[in-house]
């Protein structure tokens, strides 16, 4: 355990290598990052610098090839997979730039099936949970709608409500705004934002500078290493 420390996550000497058939690619190179409990932090770089692989291994998708992954006190690259899927089911909420809502259940039903999924809330009370996250992301009244009813905005929160189910300590986000407008886009930071203040802690890969002033810290990559 990690009790002494504020930090949340703590990535040591992360590096990732990729098999490929003309010999190997490494996509991460010694990567060290601390990210403290209820931050906003963006990780930024262009195209095929390394972010999606690091929100992988954050959020223990992947295994990295070398290095530690400490978060909340667990080495989540020590897990096996089973034991991942329930740990990424209770820590970790993960929101995508195009939503991924299943588009034959209702918003509220998407909204209940990470608690089915975990059990991690008696039976009886995921309705009202998922009600009470619609509200809190400000769609109750599309609770009983199909996704394809709603705008992108309303989407997104939707997918922000899912990933709250269990309330996991930490959010992960890749793009989440790259689909949508400027201004639901900041309507969306707005919701992240608030959700740090109550203490989530939020990870974005976005590529919107015109978001800066949201962030508690910037992550950028190049080629696979932390430049700033
Ligand atoms: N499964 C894989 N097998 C081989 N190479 C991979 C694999 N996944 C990623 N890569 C390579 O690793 C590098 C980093 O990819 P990654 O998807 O992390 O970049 P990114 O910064 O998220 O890019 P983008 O902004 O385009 O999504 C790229 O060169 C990519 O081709």
Redesign the pocket.
Same mark, same amino acid.
Do not use: Q
């Given at each position: 355990m990690n009790q002494q420390s504020t930090s949340l996550i703590q990535l040591s000497h992360i590096s990732?290598t990729?098999?490929?058939a003309a010999g190997s690619?490494q996509?991460?190179k010694d990567i060290d990052l601390e990210i403290s409990k209820g931050q906003l932090v963006a990780i930024t770089? #262009?195209?095929?610098?390394? #972010?999606?692989?690091?929100?992988?291994i954050m959020s223990g998708i992947d295994k990295p090839t070398a290095g530690n992954v400490l978060i909340n006190g667990i080495r989540v690259d020590k897990l096996t997979e089973s034991e991942l899927a329930a740990w990424r089911g209770k820590n970790i909420g993960v929101v995508f730039q195009f939503f991924q809502l299943l588009p034959t259940l209702t918003i509220l039903e998407n909204v209940m099936l990470p608690m089915d999924f975990c059990n991690s809330y008696p039976r009886k009370e995921r309705r009202d949970r998922a009600l009470a996250l619609l509200s809190l992301v400000d769609i109750k009244d599309q609770a009983s709608k199909l996704p394809s009813a709603l705008s992108g905005g309303q989407q997104q929160r939707a997918a922000i409500a899912r990933a709250l189910a269990n309330d996991p300590p930490v959010l992960i986000a890749?793009?989440p705004t790259g689909n949508l407008d400027s201004h639901t886009g900041a309507a969306i930071m707005e919701l992240f934002a608030g959700l740090v203040k109550a203490g989530k802690t939020v990870i974005i890969?976005t590529?919107e500078k015109d978001f800066a002033g949201y962030f508690g810290s910037t992550v950028s990559?190049l080629d696979?290493a932390i430049v700033h």
């Open positions: 990732k990729f098999p490929l690619f996509a991460l770089g #262009k195209s095929g610098s390394g #972010k999606s692989t690091l929100l992988n890749d793009e890969v590529h990559l696979g």
